[in-house]
């Protein structure tokens, strides 16, 4: 979370929805970025392609027609095995519901750890073995390094080990208080995003573990069915609310979330 980038202008509504599956074409376009595809399709190789080719049909056409659907069919199939990962990405993406914990987008994007472009999902695809340059300005792409980036379109966030973080869950909590920590209070790994006099917004990229997204509220007598988004209520799995918050307000706000989805649970008041 160190090398997050963020941007001071955030958007006003987060994006919520599912990643697509790709079209052929798309899967096609994204395959083109591929150094040894590159190679071949430059326009310098291709015509000296052409003129080997026009060769090969003028003294074994049965030979030039094997390469060429050889070749046509290997791309195709290529593209298909490609697709059908990236439809098991989109897949395990809207089961997890990974959230951008600057704004709360839903995140499954990638970018360039150098020049900050958007780079296509390839850059994952077997373990980086297809897309190992990033095709504005051929920096070297790792997700283990860190120069491969998950990316928030939203907010134009970027944070690292994207292969980790848009393959996990992001749990979210809501702790509901009668006073705020103070910053120099808040430990056990948690890092503070945002703080204002009501509220306060904690992240835990909990590693291989699910991260974990806390909002801290202490403005529980004013906090109507808007205090929190509705698709935010969906993922909170746990509801913090201090003893001593009143049974009234404790139980308005208790009927905001869906026993099915959260656990509710009484903890000793920040002091």
Same mark, same amino acid.
Request: aromatic share 10%; glycine share 6%.
């Given at each position: ?50 003129? *080997? &080719?026009?060769? !090969?049909?003028?003294? @074994?056409?049965?030979?030039? +027609?094997?390469?060429?659907?050889? %070749? ?45 472009? *958007? &780079?296509?999902? !390839?850059?994952?695809? @077997?373990?980086?073995?297809? +897309?190992?340059?990033?095709?504005? %300005? ?134």
């Amino acid at each position: 979370m160190a090398q997050a980038q963020r941007n001071t202008q955030v958007k006003a509504n987060p994006i919520t929805t599912d990643p697509t599956g790709l079209l052929f074409g798309e899967a096609c376009l994204h395959l083109s970025h591929n150094l040894f595809i590159r190679l071949v399709t430059n326009w310098w190789m291709m015509a000296v392609e052409f003129i *080997a &080719v026009g060769l !090969l049909i003028f003294y @074994a056409p049965a030979v030039a +027609l094997d390469v060429l659907l050889g %070749c046509g069919i290997s791309f195709v199939l290529l593209a298909t095995a490609y697709m059908i990962w990236y439809g098991r990405f989109v897949r395990r993406n809207s089961i997890y519901k990974p959230l951008c914990p600057h704004c709360t987008s839903r995140i499954w994007q990638l970018s360039c750890g150098r020049c900050r472009e *958007a &780079v296509p999902a !390839l850059a994952l695809w @077997a373990w980086g073995a297809f +897309l190992t340059h990033c095709p504005h %300005c051929d920096f070297r792409l790792s997700a283990r390094k860190r120069t491969l980036l998950a990316w928030c379109s939203t907010c134009l966030a970027a944070m690292p080990r994207p292969d980790i973080l848009l393959n996990k869950p992001t749990h979210i909590i809501v702790w509901v208080a009668t006073s705020l920590p103070k910053p120099n209070e808040v430990k056990g790994g948690w890092e503070i995003l945002r703080e204002d006099h009501h509220t306060m917004t904690l992240y835990q990229d909990g590693g291989k573990r699910p991260a974990l997204l806390m909002f801290i509220r202490d403005d529980y007598k004013t906090m109507g069915d808007d205090a929190f988004e509705e698709y935010i209520k969906k993922q909170t799995r746990l509801l913090l609310i201090s003893k001593d918050v009143v049974d009234e307000h404790a139980g308005i706000i208790e009927g905001q979330f869906s026993r099915d989805r959260t656990l509710f649970e009484r903890v000793s008041p920040i002091k």
